[in-house]
């Protein structure tokens, strides 16, 4: 099976800590904006009253839930 270029990045460039910490970081910080402007585009094009999605600490998120796992596994 043909890997892509991010998949390749992602498996061999990252060890698995660090791998996870960039999934749940890196990826939805960068990624968060566009669905937000985009949900808010589309809920006004549909004749809603504006809707603006709140910022989210991702950080904040991973760093809970890293812990929780962590807490689960002792």
């Not at 990252?14 to 890196?26: H, R, W």
């Not at 808010?40 to 549909?46: A, F, L």
């Amino acid at each position: 099976k043909e890997q892509t270029w991010i998949q390749r990045v992602l498996r061999n460039g990252f060890d698995p800590q660090q791998l996870d910490m960039v999934i749940g970081t890196y990826c939805p910080h960068v990624l968060f904006p566009y669905a937000r402007q985009t949900i808010s585009t589309m809920v006004e094009q549909g004749g809603f009253p504006a809707f603006l999605m709140q910022p989210i600490n991702f950080e904040q998120i991973y760093s809970d839930n890293l812990k929780r796992r962590q807490a689960q596994a002792a």
